[in-house]
């Protein structure tokens, strides 16, 4: 068996029933022809690049699946004849897979997206009454509510020369640049 990717942009304005409808239908279709679906991923609505019969907005469906060239083709006759689905594409990913063993590979990635989330999740998590920052420094908070505004690209360089005031050092320098001119 091979092992496909096919995206789908479905219609925004469908109902959420009206899409597990079409997946579900898929998955049908790939049952039927012998094929193993690996995974769906549900990417949302996004901002179509162009504007693709007369919609702005598009819900990306991602199918992973095993199957024959077959299979692909009475996919995408589907999604021809199929007013909801605005546009897809299918990919061929390996030609010779073992489905057992992308089974266990999607596995394996999810438990370690799951693992890496639960990680992120608890280093964000703050503490009450604990501070990471260290003493004495202050926090993006406190610097953006300082009177005294300094340039983001140097810090002893004024973001604005107009009505910025001299410092005694270029105020002595210009008078004895004009001394010299006269």
């Not at 996919?75 to 990919?91: C, F, N, P």
């Amino acid at each position: 068996m091979r092992r496909y990717e096919t995206i789908f942009i479905a219609d925004p304005e469908m109902t959420d029933d009206e899409r597990n409808s079409l997946t579900g239908r898929l998955n049908e279709l790939i049952l039927k022809q012998e094929g193993t679906l690996l995974k769906i991923d549900d990417w949302g609505q996004k901002r179509l690049a162009y504007e693709i019969k007369k919609k702005q907005r598009g819900h990306y469906i991602r199918l992973d699946y095993c199957g024959t060239g077959s299979l692909v083709d009475e996919m995408e006759r589907l999604s021809r004849i199929d007013d909801k689905i605005l546009k897809y594409m299918t990919v061929l990913l390996e030609k010779n897979v073992d489905t057992e063993a992308a089974k266990e590979e999607i596995a394996r990635e999810e438990a370690e997206r799951e693992k890496a989330l639960a990680e992120k999740a608890e280093v964000n998590q703050e503490i009450p009454g604990t501070s990471t920052e260290k003493p004495g420094t202050a926090t993006a908070k406190e610097e953006d509510a300082s009177p005294v505004k300094k340039s983001k690209t140097d810090p002893d360089i004024p973001e604005s020369s107009e009505g910025a005031p001299e410092s005694d050092e270029a105020s002595v320098t210009k008078k004895e640049s004009n001394e010299k001119e006269q």
